[in-house]
């Protein structure tokens, strides 16, 4: 069965701060997609980023990247330097033609 | 401008009174979702389609239909709602692409209270 876990329910850091959220996954497939979306407070879900299970390149966008290791079956994602804009919900997503999502992980960054 | 559109966006009802929640997107996408979320939970699959008259269960079917008429329209209809379908709906939609890489683009999301 496929599964995603993102263990952390919630996160509060001070701004400024590096924050990672993680996320373990479980699937048979040899071929899969990982996804992270962002839900802020105003409740619209936002695409971040794909990552297909070939390509385990690192990723850097800005103040986020993206660590994908296949040997542990994590995807986690990381804030450099934490803002109050950055306060949402995270999703850590697994895809085929079926979609699993994680539970979410609550980040709070405070002023 | 692109987008995926649900309606409506808040719907109070009461249990067994059916009901469609409507779903339309203009990106001319082959494959279309409806996701149910509750809190502590994160997003669950109801249905899927990857075309027209094409469809399968998520993970969560249970007391949902769907169809898939049109490209742009997958309407969720529940025929006999019942308070354990109170939740957050939101329906998306994506190219198909490689066998499901293209992220999806989500609704704004319908709130539905079953009493």
């Known amino acids: 069965a496929q599964k995603v876990t993102q263990a952390q329910t919630e996160i509060s850091v001070v701004e400024k701060e590096d924050v990672t959220l993680d996320c373990v996954y479980e699937t048979r497939d040899t071929t899969y997609y990982l996804f992270w979306y962002k839900q802020p407070p105003s409740g619209e879900l936002v695409f971040l980023i794909r990552r297909n299970s070939f390509d385990e390149q690192n990723e850097i966008s800005g103040r986020y990247s993206w660590n994908f290791q296949k040997s542990t079956s994590s995807f986690n994602f990381t804030i450099t330097a934490s803002q109050v804009v950055d306060s949402a919900v995270y999703f850590c997503?697994?895809?085929?033609?079926?979609?699993?999502f994680g539970a979410g992980t609550r980040l709070f960054v405070k002023a | 401008e692109a987008q995926v559109t649900q309606n409506p966006r808040y719907l109070i009802t009461v249990t067994g009174k059916k009901l469609t929640v409507t779903c339309s997107q203009n990106?001319?996408?082959?494959?279309m979702s409806w996701y149910r979320q509750d809190p502590g939970l994160g997003l669950r699959q109801i249905y899927y389609?990857?075309?027209?008259?094409?469809?399968d269960k998520g993970d969560v079917p249970e007391g949902y239909k769907v169809s898939r008429k049109e490209k742009r329209n997958f309407p969720l209809i529940l025929e006999s709602p019942s308070p354990n379908q109170t939740s957050l709906y939101f329906c998306?939609?994506?190219?198909?692409?490689?066998?499901?890489?293209?992220?999806?683009?989500f609704g704004d999301g319908t709130r539905l209270s079953i009493l």
């Open positions: 998306a939609s994506s190219f198909l692409g490689d066998g499901g890489n293209q992220p999806q683009h």
């Open positions: 990106m001319n996408h082959e494959y």
């Open positions: 389609s990857m075309n027209v008259e094409v469809t």
């Open positions: 997503a697994l895809r085929g033609f079926k979609t699993i």
